[in-house]
């Protein structure tokens, strides 16, 4: 199985920082990487998908970039809604693994 | 309102069985690949397994740890997607979710991704 592995697995960080959350695959995934985004208590929601493509209705401040084995999720200016746990996962082999998430607190 | 909502989670025996639902509305199932990902209390989400659409052949994928015990199953006349799990062990305790698999093509190539997600049924699995 493809291992997926996200650092740092927590950050504080202030209203308005940019942040970056960095995803490393255990093989090449070209651009087969998807971020989440959950909240406490709530399912996941898709963010971004073939590692840059930003879905449907997410706001512009998060991008995604990277491709092979090394991924960063950037969010420009952290909102107050952004504290969450972010979680990246590859579909480059159908058998999807996540990495273990990040969990962004407020400073 | 598109949604998937699970339902039949629960307390069970090591060892026992369990089936949970997941009934889709506001969309129809019958073209989708599905997939379950669990969360364990506290911990990160695992991918269980998926089973694609009919047209597609409606074979199923599992991963390690619930290959042989789970079974993915689905009824398109019902909008219903189900996930059969035997021989259960307390490390199988989590929220499950079920989700759809998304597919976009971006420059000629299909990417997936999960999209619609239920809000999840707890299963404990303890004596």
């Known amino acids: ?107 | 309102e598109v949604q998937l909502v699970e339902s039949g989670g629960g307390l069970v025996k090591p060892g026992g069985s369990l089936r949970i639902s997941c009934a889709a509305s506001g969309f129809t199932l019958i073209n989708a690949w599905m997939s379950w990902v669990r969360q364990a209390p506290g911990k990160g989400l695992e991918w269980v397994g998926h089973i694609k659409s009919k047209t597609d052949g409606g074979t199923t994928d599992y991963a390690a740890p619930v290959k042989g015990r789970f079974t993915i199953s689905r009824d398109d006349s019902k909008n219903t997607l189900y996930l059969q799990m035997n021989s259960l062990k307390t490390e199988d305790t989590a929220v499950y979710y079920c989700t759809t698999v998304w597919t976009e093509i971006v420059v000629v190539v299909a990417y997936d991704a999960f999209d619609i997600w239920g809000q999840g049924t707890m299963v404990t699995v303890s004596s």
Request: glycine share 8%; charged share 15%.
């Open chain 1, 1 to 107: 199985d493809i291992q997926m592995t996200q650092s740092p697995s927590s950050l504080s960080a202030s209203v308005g920082d940019r942040v970056t959350i960095s995803c490393r695959a255990s093989q090449s995934i070209s651009t087969f990487l998807n971020w989440y985004q959950q909240k406490p208590g709530k399912a996941p929601k898709l963010l971004i998908y073939a590692a840059s493509s930003l879905q449907s209705g997410v706001p512009s401040r998060f991008s995604g970039s990277g491709s092979g084995t090394d991924f960063t999720l950037t969010i420009s200016s952290l909102q107050p809604e952004d504290f969450a746990t972010y979680f990246c996962q590859q579909s480059y082999s159908n058998l999807y693994t996540f990495g273990q998430g990040t969990k962004l607190e407020i400073k």
